[in-house]
């Protein structure tokens, strides 16, 4: 397995003999305004360059898109993807969307799917607390999140745990699948007046104390302007708790290998 941080949620996983790019965001740095009425929105996203050469994300089995929120599916992947590239979504209504804007192999994954040898098994969680989501108008902008449990023979089991926070079926996911790898998107996203909307350093503590054995690497951070949880306050951090042997905190362009 070669996992490659590339920006924000957007990952380059090679695993069981196929390559995935994982919820891409391709514009270039400052394309598009701060996201409204959240953490520092004076800033424009993407908050830093693509540190590899599009061309180098685009030869690729399946791309899979967990949501279609801005940082995770953008214009910009929308105008440099093929239109005939497998693209595997959530639920049925981003497939929709996403066949309208032009992809022709769209496939909404099951609860467990298979793809040549490996088994994708899309998993629950929660975008943003209990009192965000009883806001109607904000519970419709977060909508739905899926993370993702990767299962292949000859492979360690790998879970991308998605645009979530803690919530019981991330901790379900944890202990159903007992995964090797865990991706947790850690950057502490922040929605004025509701707080976060991902997972943030104490979320890092958390799954480690619950599944001590696996390591655990953190993404979805510095590339965006809500993100507020720097690597390096995280680093220090998994440094004072002493985790820090179980915890990798890739650099955009990074690659981890199991």
Same mark, same amino acid.
């Given at each position: 397995?070669?996992?490659?941080? *590339?920006?924000?949620?957007?990952?380059?996983?090679?695993?069981?003999?196929?390559?995935?790019?994982?919820?891409?965001?391709?514009?270039?740095?400052?394309?598009?305004?701060?996201?409204?009425?959240?953490?520092?929105?004076?800033?424009?996203?993407? !908050?830093?360059?693509?540190? @590899?050469?599009?061309?180098?994300?685009?030869?690729?089995?399946?791309?899979?898109?967990?949501?279609?929120?801005?940082?995770?599916?953008?214009?910009?992947?929308?105008?440099?993807?093929?239109?005939?590239?497998?693209?595997?979504?959530?639920?049925?209504?981003?497939? &929709?969307?996403?066949?309208?804007?032009?992809?022709?192999?769209?496939?909404? !994954?099951?609860?467990?799917?298979?793809?040549?040898?490996?088994?994708?098994?899309?998993?629950?969680?929660?975008?943003?607390?209990?009192?965000?989501?009883?806001?109607?108008?904000?519970?419709?902008?977060?909508?739905?999140?899926?993370?993702?449990?990767?299962?292949?023979?000859?492979?360690?089991?790998?879970?991308?745990?998605?645009?979530?926070?803690? @919530?019981?079926?991330?901790?379900?996911?944890?202990?159903?699948?007992?995964?090797?790898? @865990?991706?947790?998107?850690?950057?502490? &996203?922040?929605?004025?007046?509701?707080?976060?909307?991902?997972?943030?350093?104490?979320?890092?503590?958390?799954?480690?104390?619950?599944?001590?054995?696996?390591? *655990?690497?953190?993404?979805?951070?510095?590339?965006?302007?809500?993100?507020?949880?720097?690597?390096?306050?995280?680093?220090?951090?998994?440094?004072?708790?002493?985790?820090?042997?179980?915890?990798?905190?890739?650099?955009?362009?990074?690659?981890? *290998?199991?």
């Amino acid at each position: 397995m070669k996992l490659t941080q *590339i920006r924000n949620a957007t990952l380059l996983l090679e695993y069981g003999g196929k390559k995935f790019l994982i919820d891409p965001m391709l514009a270039d740095q400052a394309a598009w305004p701060g996201f409204p009425n959240t953490a520092r929105s004076h800033l424009r996203n993407p !908050l830093v360059a693509l540190p @590899v050469a599009l061309d180098a994300l685009l030869d690729v089995d399946a791309v899979i898109v967990t949501h279609t929120h801005q940082d995770h599916w953008d214009e910009a992947a929308q105008q440099a993807i093929a239109k005939d590239t497998l693209i595997f979504t959530q639920h049925a209504d981003d497939a &929709a969307l996403i066949r309208a804007q032009g992809f022709k192999q769209v496939r909404v !994954l099951d609860d467990s799917s298979e793809f040549a040898a490996i088994t994708i098994i899309k998993t629950g969680g929660q975008h943003g607390s209990d009192d965000a989501y009883a806001n109607p108008q904000l519970a419709a902008l977060l909508g739905d999140a899926c993370g993702l449990v990767f299962q292949h023979p000859d492979e360690k089991t790998l879970y991308i745990a998605g645009d979530t926070i803690w @919530v019981p079926p991330y901790v379900d996911s944890l202990t159903r699948w007992q995964p090797e790898i @865990v991706v947790l998107n850690a950057g502490f &996203a922040q929605i004025d007046g509701f707080g976060a909307i991902i997972m943030g350093k104490e979320d890092v503590l958390r799954t480690h104390q619950l599944l001590p054995q696996a390591t *655990i690497v953190a993404s979805h951070m510095e590339a965006v302007n809500h993100c507020i949880l720097s690597r390096q306050e995280l680093r220090e951090y998994v440094d004072q708790h002493g985790i820090q042997n179980s915890v990798l905190i890739p650099a955009n362009g990074e690659s981890c *290998i199991f």
